[in-house]
């Protein structure tokens, strides 16, 4: 177009090559497009559906329900209970509008807290907001209808004795994992597998459709545990009873069944729940009877006495003179002097002079190599997470003091657990049998440790400590033979031994004739008025015990001093 004369005029020859240009870009860009598209649905097709299928398919897990853990007769201790938890998508839930005040007031959160922690994690599509709520309070979130907020199906763990079984049975973590006691020891079996699945997820991570299966979930297998409830709780109703009366730091009862080994109860205090995780901290939630160790004082002497009567210089009625007598720089006496007493009166009067004596004519070996086969210094096999070995020194660095004072209970340490273990295999009369939590259906055979004489024989010994000239009268259970032994010994600190704070001890197996149990009672720092282990350890062993015997049907020995009242089964 050009002006001459103040007239335009039309320039066609311009017009027509812009025409050209334009028409011409327009083919190639459609030439491009249909290029492209070519590729696009032709060429590329196959590798654009994978990608498409990487973005939104996912394998999702398939949580495998924990196998129950329930007692010999199948009462349930630990349960797996369906709850729900809710989770967002942030991306979507941020642009919910009000949804973030809305679920906070639902929740009973903080706004600002729920705000912030959605806000910085915009680049995740799955963030969890409240774990293992009520299903009918999660159904009330769902129903607020707020955009990016979920439930996901879960499971909790449930412990219907609370704290009665509590230390034995420990806890699991949120995704039902264990972390201790029988819920770690036996997880890989309880836990099962988890199974997986393929599914199609939309823009905003839900589950739009469910592809295939690929790997079936396998459910956790049931523990049928060596428990049994009922003694359970008429332990620890005896255990608790007595820490209040005698005001006692702390205290263990362990009751074994000699013939199988397998744990029957196993209590301490303080307890506590499993269900509260607030009480989740080690100082309460830890085994005291598998896991602490202590000097076990004069409740050691029968392990010591075995060893004198297996090296055959001594028979039950071998005399000891018991009067005081100096080792290094110590003099070795007892309450009273009680002169010339044999093996019986040895025991029954707890003499740390003749017991004392006695380890000193041995060679030191031969006491360190009974300790040992009797399961001293050394886990026992029950696989408990956390349990402790003792402390048995080897016999190369012993010196007669502590020799001597070896043989009523000083210079080495046990666990509660490891104690009972040592009486169980008095009681199978030498045999040493593992220790379990699972029910045990067939017999076990176990090893030979003891000869059987050397074991009856101590027996024998025992029974006379369960008399009134013995130390042990308390534990007696009418109706029934008892063999068993006292303990109290100072504890530990700083430089020596405290004179003033106790471990009381009683320990044993019943009926006497034929032993069926092997129990174990121990009170830390008991600060009443009494604090011998005749006086407020038997006790709780003669209780626990006697309930024990009945629940059990076993028949009296004693038939001069039956009970003439029955016991009620023992509950919550």
Do not use: C
Request: net charge neutral.
């Amino acid at each position: 177009m050009r002006r001459r004369d103040g007239e335009v005029e039309f320039d066609a020859g311009q017009f027509r090559l812009r025409a050209r240009l334009v028409t011409g870009l327009l083919a190639l860009a459609a030439v491009g497009l249909f290029s492209r598209s070519v590729q696009l649905q032709v060429l590329d097709q196959q590798f654009l559906a994978e990608q498409g299928d990487m973005r939104h398919a996912r394998v999702a897990q398939m949580p495998a329900h924990r196998g129950a853990i329930i007692d010999r007769f199948g009462e349930p201790l630990a349960v797996s209970s369906p709850v729900d938890t809710v989770w967002v998508n942030p991306p979507e839930f941020a642009e919910a509008g009000d949804g973030i005040a809305k679920l906070a007031r639902a929740l009973k959160r903080n706004k600002q807290w729920l705000a912030q922690r959605v806000t910085s994690n915009l680049d995740r599509q799955f963030l969890y907001v409240a774990r293992h709520m009520d299903p009918a309070e999660a159904a009330k979130i769902k129903a607020l209808g707020i955009p990016g907020v979920y439930l996901l199906r879960e499971y909790r763990r449930y412990y219907p004795n609370s704290e009665v079984t509590g230390h034995l049975l420990g806890f699991t973590n949120l995704d039902e994992a264990g972390q201790e006691g029988l819920e770690l020891a036996y997880d890989l079996s309880l836990a099962g597998q988890d199974g997986q699945k393929r599914v199609i997820q939309d823009g905003r991570g839900r589950i739009v459709q469910n592809v295939e299966s690929i790997l079936a979930p396998r459910p956790g297998e049931d523990l049928h545990a060596s428990l049994d409830l009922r003694i359970q709780y008429l332990a620890y109703r005896e255990l608790k009873a007595a820490i209040r009366k005698h005001r006692a730091k702390a205290g263990s009862v362990i009751v074994i069944d000699v013939a199988t080994g397998e744990v029957l109860a196993m209590v301490n205090q303080p307890s506590f729940n499993p269900n509260d995780r607030a009480q989740y901290e080690v100082a309460r939630y830890r085994n005291r009877a598998a896991t602490d160790i202590f000097e076990p004082g004069s409740s050691i002497k029968p392990f010591v006495m075995a060893a004198a009567l297996a090296s055959g210089r001594y028979r039950t009625d071998s005399l000891i003179d018991a009067t005081p007598f100096r080792v290094a720089n110590k003099t070795i006496r007892d309450k009273h002097d009680l002169g010339t007493i044999d093996l019986s009166d040895a025991l029954a009067r707890s003499s740390n002079v003749a017991m004392a004596k006695i380890a000193l004519s041995l060679e030191p070996v031969q006491m360190h190599d009974t300790l040992r086969a009797l399961g001293f210094g050394e886990v026992t096999a029950s696989g408990f997470p956390g349990e402790s070995a003792g402390l048995l020194s080897s016999a190369d660095h012993w010196r007669p003091i502590g020799i001597a004072t070896m043989a009523y209970g000083y210079g080495l340490s046990v666990t509660p657990l490891q104690l009972a273990q040592g009486y169980a295999i008095l009681g199978a009369e030498g045999i040493h049998r593992p220790i379990t939590f699972r029910r045990v259906q067939d017999p076990v055979p176990g090893e030979r440790v003891l000869s059987q004489k050397v074991a009856r024989d101590l027996i024998g010994l025992l029974e006379e400590a369960v008399t009134p000239t013995g130390t042990g009268i308390k534990a007696a259970v009418p109706g029934y033979r008892v063999a068993g032994k006292t303990g109290t010994a100072w504890k530990a600190s700083a430089g020596g031994y405290s004179t003033d704070r106790y471990l009381s001890v009683f320990a044993g197996v019943v009926p006497a004739s034929r032993p069926r149990l092997a129990v174990v009672v121990m009170l830390d720092e008991p600060s009443g008025l009494l604090y011998y282990g005749g006086d407020v350890a038997a006790p709780v062993f003669s209780a626990v015990t006697s309930g024990a015997l009945r629940l059990m049907s076993v028949a009296p020995d004693d038939l001069e001093h039956v009970a003439p009242v029955t016991l009620a089964e023992a509950g919550p």
